[in-house]
């Protein structure tokens, strides 16, 4: 199962080369995940553009469970941000997908080494 992370969700938004790579999964059947804090950057990112990101993030809801940063996702975070040297942002989305044992869907360089993810 896959968790897509903000940089997915954007290209596929904005209908790029890599977001066709993920276009199969979000139209798709299969269960999607997201960590919450994605929408917060999802949100961001285009009202910062002053676009109305409604649309776009009640298709995220709607198409993906969304898995809240708990306790254990937190601290699982601070261990895998200072193993592989992440931003705070990037280790939570990492350790959530490590946490419930999902592939990362990601463009982001910052995971390319790391196991269990997918590089659109």
């Known amino acids: 199962m896959k968790l897509?992370?903000?940089?997915?969700?954007?290209?596929?938004?904005?209908?790029?080369?890599?977001?066709?790579?993920?276009?199969?999964?979000?139209?798709?059947?299969?269960?999607?995940?997201?960590?919450?804090i994605c929408l917060t950057e999802i949100r961001a990112r285009y009202l910062r553009?002053?676009?109305?990101?409604?649309?776009?993030?009640?298709?995220?809801?709607?198409?993906?469970?969304?898995?809240?940063?708990?306790?254990?996702?937190?601290?699982?975070?601070?261990?895998?941000?200072?193993r592989h040297k992440l931003h705070t942002m990037d280790a939570i989305v990492y350790a959530t997908s490590q946490h419930r044992n999902l592939t990362l869907v990601t463009g982001d360089q910052h995971f390319k080494d790391l196991p269990n993810v997918e590089i659109i």
């Open 4 to 36: 897509l992370d903000s940089f997915a969700w954007i290209e596929y938004f904005m209908g790029s080369r890599r977001g066709l790579k993920v276009k199969d999964y979000i139209e798709g059947t299969e269960p999607l995940y997201i960590p919450s």
């Open 49 to 82: 553009d002053r676009k109305d990101p409604t649309a776009r993030i009640n298709l995220i809801i709607e198409r993906s469970f969304i898995i809240p940063l708990s306790v254990e996702i937190a601290l699982l975070a601070a261990d895998i941000k200072l």
